[in-house]
C-alpha cells in the first residue's frame, strides 16, 4: 500500500507522494496506473517529492517525464505544507526546468506565487530542428488550414495559438494534431488564446501525454508573455481558465510570475503490487 494524496489546482490534479517510496520501483508503470480514470485513482499527472534539497519530479498521465509543472507546482507547494515538509513562506523549488521560488500569500485559500523564471526562443530549446529562427506567428499546416503558431520553452514546450473563442469549440482533434505535428520532434504543449479585453485572457490547453485538461499553469505563462509582447496586452493578466482563474504578471528582468491556488482532495493508500 503506497500513501498518496490528491490535489488539484483549477481542476488540473495530480496524484502526489514520496520519491522514496518508489525509486526502486517502475515509476513509469506506476504513475500509468494510479493516473488511470477507470482502474486507478485518475489524474493529469504524478509529482513525486525528493528531499535536501526539496524538488519536484513530474510525470505527465502517460508516465512521460516532463521538465515541470505550474498548476502541479502549486500542488506540490500545498502537499509540502500539508505534511510539514515544507512550511516557511518563501523557499525554492528545484525542476528539470532550474530552481522555482515559492512564496506562500494565503493559507484559507491556499495561494502561491511562484517565480516562474524566462522563457527561451531558441528552436532548439523546443526540440524544433527545422527552423533556425524563433517560431512566432510561424504558419503551420494542420491539413488544409495555415495557423499561426507562437511556440517557446517557458518551464517546457508551449504552443500559444489565438481564437476568437476559447470555450465554444472542442479544441482537442486541432489540439492533437499540433502537438504531434512533424514539426515539434519532442511534442508540444498547445493553448488555445482568446483575448478578452487587455487585462484579460481566456484559454484552453490540449497537453502532451495527456489530452485536454481544465487547465495549465505553464500554458498560463506562455500566453500571457505572448498576447503582452506580440497583440499589445498588459503586463499583468486575468487568465481565466474552465475552472477557475489565474493572474500573471510579467516583470522588469522579463521573469514570469504566477499566482493561483491548490486544493487537497483526498488522501489515502493505493494497492501497488
Given at each position: 500500500?503506497?500513501?498518496?494524496?490528491?490535489?488539484?489546482?483549477?481542476?488540473?490534479?495530480?496524484?502526489?507522494?514520496?520519491?522514496?517510496?518508489?525509486?526502486?520501483?517502475?515509476?513509469?508503470?506506476?504513475?500509468?496506473?494510479?493516473?488511470?480514470?477507470?482502474?486507478?485513482?485518475?489524474?493529469?499527472?504524478?509529482?513525486?517529492?525528493?528531499?535536501?534539497?526539496?524538488?519536484?519530479?513530474?510525470?505527465?498521465?502517460?508516465?512521460?517525464?516532463?521538465?515541470?509543472?505550474?498548476?502541479?507546482?502549486?500542488?506540490?507547494?500545498?502537499?509540502?505544507?500539508?505534511e510539514g515538509?515544507?512550511?516557511?513562506?518563501?523557499?525554492?523549488?528545484?525542476?528539470?526546468?532550474?530552481?522555482?521560488?515559492?512564496?506562500?500569500?494565503?493559507?484559507?485559500?491556499?495561494?502561491?506565487?511562484?517565480?516562474?523564471?524566462?522563457?527561451?526562443?531558441?528552436?532548439?530549446?523546443?526540440?524544433?530542428?527545422?527552423?533556425?529562427?524563433?517560431?512566432?506567428?510561424?504558419?503551420?499546416?494542420?491539413?488544409?488550414?495555415?495557423?499561426?503558431?507562437?511556440?517557446?520553452?517557458?518551464?517546457?514546450?508551449?504552443?500559444?495559438?489565438?481564437?476568437?473563442?476559447?470555450?465554444?469549440?472542442?479544441?482537442?482533434?486541432?489540439?492533437?494534431?499540433?502537438?504531434?505535428?512533424?514539426?515539434?520532434?519532442?511534442?508540444?504543449?498547445?493553448?488555445?488564446?482568446?483575448?478578452?479585453?487587455?487585462?484579460?485572457?481566456?484559454?484552453?490547453?490540449?497537453?502532451?501525454?495527456?489530452?485536454?485538461?481544465?487547465a495549465c499553469?505553464?500554458?498560463?505563462?506562455?500566453?500571457?508573455?505572448?498576447?503582452?509582447?506580440?497583440?499589445?496586452?498588459?503586463?499583468?493578466?486575468?487568465?481565466?481558465?474552465?475552472?477557475?482563474?489565474?493572474?500573471?504578471?510579467?516583470?522588469?528582468?522579463?521573469?514570469?510570475?504566477?499566482?493561483?491556488?491548490?486544493?487537497?482532495?483526498?488522501?489515502?493508500e493505493v494497492?501497488?503490487?
Amino acid at each position: 500500500m503506497i500513501p498518496i494524496t490528491k490535489y488539484h489546482g483549477c481542476g488540473n490534479d495530480f496524484i502526489i507522494t514520496d520519491w522514496e517510496l518508489l525509486k526502486d520501483r517502475s515509476i513509469e508503470d506506476f504513475v500509468l496506473r494510479v493516473c488511470d480514470r477507470h482502474t486507478g485513482i485518475g489524474a493529469d499527472g504524478c509529482i513525486l517529492v525528493k528531499q535536501k534539497p526539496l524538488e519536484m519530479v513530474f510525470y505527465n498521465a502517460d508516465s512521460s517525464r516532463a521538465p515541470m509543472c505550474g498548476n502541479g507546482i502549486r500542488c506540490f507547494a500545498k502537499y509540502c505544507y500539508d505534511e510539514g515538509i515544507e512550511t516557511a513562506e518563501e523557499y525554492d523549488v528545484e525542476t528539470l526546468a532550474g530552481s522555482k521560488h515559492v512564496t506562500r500569500v494565503s493559507l484559507k485559500p491556499f495561494q502561491v506565487r511562484i517565480d516562474m523564471g524566462t522563457w527561451d526562443d531558441d528552436p532548439k530549446s523546443i526540440q524544433v530542428d527545422t527552423l533556425k529562427e524563433p517560431v512566432m506567428g510561424y504558419e503551420l499546416c494542420i491539413g488544409d488550414k495555415s495557423i499561426p503558431v507562437y511556440s517557446f520553452f517557458m518551464s517546457t514546450v508551449h504552443t500559444v495559438v489565438f481564437v476568437s473563442d476559447a470555450f465554444a469549440f472542442d479544441y482537442n482533434d486541432i489540439g492533437h494534431a499540433i502537438c504531434h505535428h512533424p514539426l515539434y520532434r519532442e511534442q508540444t504543449n498547445v493553448n488555445f488564446v482568446q483575448i478578452v479585453d487587455a487585462h484579460t485572457l481566456q484559454m484552453v490547453t490540449y497537453e502532451r501525454g495527456v489530452g485536454m485538461t481544465l487547465a495549465c499553469g505553464t500554458g498560463a505563462c506562455a500566453a500571457a508573455r505572448i498576447a503582452h509582447e506580440k497583440k499589445g496586452c498588459a503586463a499583468n493578466l486575468k487568465i481565466i481558465v474552465k475552472r477557475g482563474e489565474l493572474y500573471i504578471d510579467i516583470d522588469d528582468q522579463q521573469h514570469v510570475h504566477m499566482f493561483g491556488p491548490a486544493e487537497r482532495i483526498l488522501k489515502g493508500e493505493v494497492a501497488y503490487v
